[in-house]
């Protein structure tokens, strides 16, 4: 009989890769990690761990068990939380994953929101960027992902496709939109076609929004020359103010940062992407979880 204490131990060890990092994070001592992968390797009936010296991997069975520990965590996680809220707990915890975009616009207004509907719910907030913060969902570490996808993007059939299995709540569609410095020869047209800045030097986002800025230059007719990248918005702002380059940024970021000494242009084509709440089935009858979608959703229609 598998335990849900044992199976966070042993999800808990793969993570970390050793007994005295687990008990660190999960807040107990390495003999009593130790005792409960024994007890669970006695419960399952064959190894899980190869221990080498100092060094740990998993066997085939181990692999095969944490694999399975997130999704079977995630439904017990909703047994419980349904159990609690028949029985009238007016309580609930959510973990959301959001974007850094998403973190600074949407989800400030609607956890205040789910705060003042429900003040019994926690809900604790981390940023990734999707496919990771899918990846984390389904791994049974969040219960909320916030995350996007690019409307005509090369393999966006195969991204929703992915998704299948989710629960998507669609939020809304956020425009892309150009960013050139205030003394830029197109600074103040007002709206620019990509391929007039064929011959810029640009500052690309995070991976997914680097590669869809490829993808886009490239149907124009042209690859841009990226002399900067970083996942951190206001560092593209502070470079394109700086006159470093020109970038292309969803309209999200630039409503969370004010762009000093830079000019925000409307892109033609239009380029947009689609923004969703992700949650696994079981974790969408949770009464806490359905709020938090429900408020996101109220957030969104706002923007």
Sequence with gaps: MLEARHLRVLRAVATTGSFSAAG????CTQPAVSQQMK??????GTPLLVRNGREMR???AGEALVRHAGGILAGLTAAEEEIAAIAGLRAGRVRLVSFPSGSST????????????????????EEAEPPASVEMLRAGECDVALAFRYEGAAGAGGEEGEWEDLVVRPLLTDRLVGLVPERHRLADAGAVAI???ARESWIAGCPRCRGQLV????AAGFTPRIDFATDDY??????????LGV???PQLAIESVRPRHARVLTLRPAVRREIVALTLPDLARVPAVAATLEQLGRAAARQ
């Design 58 to 60: 998993l066997t085939q």
């Design 195 to 197: 391929g007039e800045l």
């Design 106 to 125: 949407l989800v400030p207004t609607a956890l205040a929101a789910l705060r003042a509907a429900h003040p019994g719910t926690r809900v604790s907030l």
């Design 215 to 218: 993808e886009v230059c490239e």
């Design 234 to 243: 206001p560092a593209v702002v502070g470079l394109v103010g700086a006159g």
């Design 24 to 27: 660190r994070e999960l807040g």
């Design 247 to 249: 970038a292309v940024l």
């Design 39 to 44: 007890a669970l390797e006695a419960s399952v």
